[in-house]
């Protein structure tokens, strides 16, 4: 419950900052450099969740990276992130996907494909 407070507190902070941190209405790497670890685990934790209710309500396929803790998956979009070029991409819809790629056991070009395109439609 803490960590839900201090993710909605600063949540709110970051909301505030403008459109610099989203792109197409979407956090991105901007916003995520932005938090601290506890908020970064809230924020996974949170799309974990709504992942789950997809999956139950809509039949969808998970675009969870499952094997990994959120700790390890929150060092993992550090990573993306740490290229400037990515700032854009959103977290959910970009980092995340990257890192379930990763994870399931794309290999370095398949990777390298994808962080271009995801690039590219971050424009």
């Not at 990276?65 to 290229?83: H, N, Q, R, S």
């Amino acid at each position: 419950m803490k960590m839900f407070i201090v993710a909605m507190v600063f949540g709110t902070t970051l909301f505030a900052a403008g459109d610099i941190d989203e792109t197409a209405g979407a956090w991105n790497g901007r916003a995520w450099n932005k938090m601290n670890t506890v908020m970064k685990v809230a924020y996974l934790r949170g799309d974990s969740e709504s992942d789950g209710l997809c999956q139950l309500t809509a039949n969808a396929h998970s675009r969870w990276p499952a094997p990994l803790t959120f700790g390890e998956i929150a060092k993992a979009v550090d990573l993306f992130y740490t290229e400037p070029t990515k700032a854009p991409v959103p977290v959910v819809f970009g980092a995340l996907a990257y890192v379930k790629r990763k994870a399931d056991g794309a290999n370095e070009s398949e990777l390298n494909r994808l962080a271009a395109e995801l690039r590219r439609r971050s424009r």
